[in-house]
T-cell receptor, first 114, second 113 residues
Framework: EPEVTQTPSHQVTQMGQEVILRCVPI?????FYWYRQILGQKVEFLVS????????KSEIFDDQFSVERPDGSNFTLKIRSTKLEDSAMYFC????????????FGPGTRLLVL | AQSVTQPDIHITVSEGASLELRCNYS??????LFWYVQSPGQGLQLLLK??????LVQGIKGFEAEFKRSQSSFNLRKPSVHWSDAAEYFC???????????FGTGTRLLVSP
């Protein structure tokens, strides 16, 4: 069964450093999302992406964040200058043209900012 | 604004007993409703979803959920819990189409022998 994959599974970084989180969505999916879950809190929406453009972003998704689909398979989330409060689990999700509303999630990347 | 409430933070159920996890939502129209499960160290796996039609929906792993419009609820049930069901369960709501999901805070299920 096709699934969303994410790398790395864990990342530790120093405050102020740039990180890139990578996702490979399900191959025929065209809609992509990033969510995050701070430890003990809700899963929160960050951004949605379609046709090489951001469709919607939350208040969390400020200028420090960017997303990109650099090739036909990868979807990345970049945090330009990490802050302590960026420590969280980051989930990538994707959905298909026929079932846009059904999002399939990856296993997540746990980011720890020191 | 959309919101989801999962009133139970933790639930402990004996193996073989039945399970019901509660989910209440606030939404202006008929929402698209989902239940996801997150096992330790794993991502969010879709258990089931409801859009329209029969208000009792079946999902994977023997789970079902019932949509009750009058109560704004979408409770998840399983008749007989297995130890492998121990996980965190999230209810989510969305407007449909290519739109964000809003999640509840989750319910952690513990299964006792």
């Amino acid at each position: 069964e096709p699934e969303v994959t994410q790398t790395p599974s864990h990342q530790v970084t120093q405050m102020g450093q740039e990180v890139i989180l990578r996702c490979v969505p399900i191959s025929n999916h065209l809609y992509f999302y990033w969510y995050r879950q701070i430890l003990g809190q809700k899963v929160e929406f960050l951004v949605s992406f379609y046709n090489n453009e951001i469709s919607e972003k939350s208040e969390i998704f400020d200028d420090q964040f960017s997303v990109e689909r650099p090739d036909g398979s990868n979807f990345t989330l970049k945090i330009r200058s990490t802050k302590l409060e960026d420590s969280a689990m980051y989930f990538c999700a994707s959905s298909s043209p026929g079932q846009q509303e059904t999002q399939y999630f990856g296993p997540g990347t746990r980011l720890l900012v020191l | 604004a959309q919101s989801v409430t999962q009133p139970d933070i933790h639930i402990t159920v004996s193996e073989g007993a039945s399970l019901e996890l509660r989910c209440n939502y606030s939404y202006g129209a008929t929402p698209y409703l989902f239940w996801y499960v997150q096992s330790p160290g794993q991502g969010l796996q879709l258990l089931l979803k409801y859009f329209s039609g029969d208000t009792l929906v079946q999902g994977i792993k023997g789970f079902e959920a019932e949509f009750k419009r009058s109560q704004s609820s979408f409770n998840l049930r399983k008749p007989s819990v297995h130890w492998s069901d121990a996980a965190e369960y999230f209810c989510a709501v969305g407007p449909g189409g290519f739109q964000k999901l809003v999640f509840g805070t989750g319910t952690r299920l513990l299964v006792s022998p």
